[in-house]
């Protein structure tokens, strides 16, 4: 695998065009898109040309949109359903948890 060719496809994935879509119009408004981007890369190498080898990933969430109109900038934050969900559920066992381990104590006495 080419290094080079590695990092550079790495690094045109990490710009900003990457975060920031491009601009849309809509009912007199300009709607920016922004997402999260983060990544990690990883090369390896053997003795001569054995066992050499590397990759790159790339994780991208929608993190919200800047709205422009009659010259007032507002950021609108992307709900992320799935997280909420799951910190419910976490919330919930934890409850679940300490509930269980009350009653389970009061039997004991």
């Known amino acids: ?3 080079e060719n590695t990092v550079a496809r790495a690094a045109e ?3 900003a065009r990457t975060v920031f879509a491009d601009s849309i119009q809509l009912n007199g408004m300009i709607v920016i898109p922004a997402a999260k981007v ?4 990883g090369l390896g190498a053997g003795p001569g040309d054995k066992g050499s080898g590397g990759g790159f990933g790339v994780r991208a969430m929608p993190a919200g ?10 950021w609108k934050p992307a709900v992320d359903v799935n997280r909420i969900i799951l910190g419910g559920q976490i919330i919930l066992l934890v409850a679940l948890l300490t509930i269980g381990s009350s009653l389970f104590r009061r039997r004991r006495r």
């Open 1 to 3: 695998m080419d290094v």
């Open 13 to 15: 994935l990490m710009s």
């Open 38 to 41: 983060r990544g990690g890369a």
């Open 65 to 74: 949109a800047f709205l422009f109109k009659d010259g007032k900038l507002r």
